[in-house]
């Protein structure tokens, strides 16, 4: 069975300071490991994969993750946060069409 | 390409109707799945096939039959509706090659069971 566990629900952080978002994954095989981001009452917007490569994935909007097989993490990162990152942001590991969703993390940027 | 479509996009329904959420995809995907997503949780998986005439159960199954007669379509079908499945619901269309994975998003079914 495959897991991802997101262990902060709520991540603060201050325009213009960097960020960090974490996430844990579980499972038999190679993952496939994604991050979304969801704004109010919308849908899951894709922000980038980890599927085979390069550890550092760059993704949409400025956003980058690093793939750490010996940590089993897949943390997604900003060097700069703006006031409309905030959203909620969830990984999920992908295997044969099934993904394992993490609860979330509501990132809130402040001017 | 329309990606993934869903309809309808909001429902209300009673308590022991019955219906049918539509997924489509015209990207010829082999994987399509169902998630349900309640408030301020993520995605769970309710029901996935691997292609045209193959299903399986996900996380959440219990009160949900699918099927997928064609590559294209896999319908969700909600037998006797209970207040406990009003949720957002997701399908998903993806495909696997070595080295390669695509997956989309529909922009989901808000569904109320009064």
């Known amino acids: 069975a495959q897991s991802v566990a997101q262990p902060e629900d709520q991540v603060n952080v201050a325009e213009g300071n960097p960020l960090t978002v974490k996430c844990t994954y579980s499972v038999s095989g190679n993952p496939y490991l994604f991050w979304y981001v969801q704004y109010p009452n919308r849908g899951l917007q894709f922000l980038l994969k980890y599927i085979t490569g390069d550890n550092l994935v760059k993704g949409s909007y400025g956003f980058e993750a690093e793939f750490n097989k010996s940590q089993t993490s897949f943390h997604l990162k900003k060097p700069s946060a703006l006031v409309s990152d905030s959203a909620l942001y969830f990984c999920a590991v992908t295997s044969a069409g099934k993904s394992t969703f993490g609860d979330g993390t509501t990132l809130t940027v402040k001017p | 390409n329309a990606g993934v479509t869903q309809t309808p996009k909001f429902q209300v329904l009673k308590t022991g109707q019955s219906m049918t959420l539509q997924c489509a995809q015209d990207m010829n995907h082999e994987y399509m799945s169902w998630y349900r997503q309640d408030p301020g949780m993520g995605l769970r998986l309710i029901h996935y096939?691997?292609?045209?005439?193959?299903?399986d159960q996900g996380e959440v199954p219990n009160g949900y039959n699918v099927s997928r007669s064609t590559t294209e379509d896999f319908p969700l079908r909600l037998l006797s509706a209970a207040p406990s499945q009003t949720s957002v619901y997701f399908c998903?269309?993806?495909?696997?090659?070595?080295?390669?994975?695509?997956?989309?998003f529909g922009p989901g079914t808000r569904l109320t069971v009064t």
């Open positions: 998903a269309s993806s495909y696997e090659l070595p080295g390669v994975y695509e997956q989309y």
């Open positions: 096939s691997v292609g045209a005439g193959i299903t």
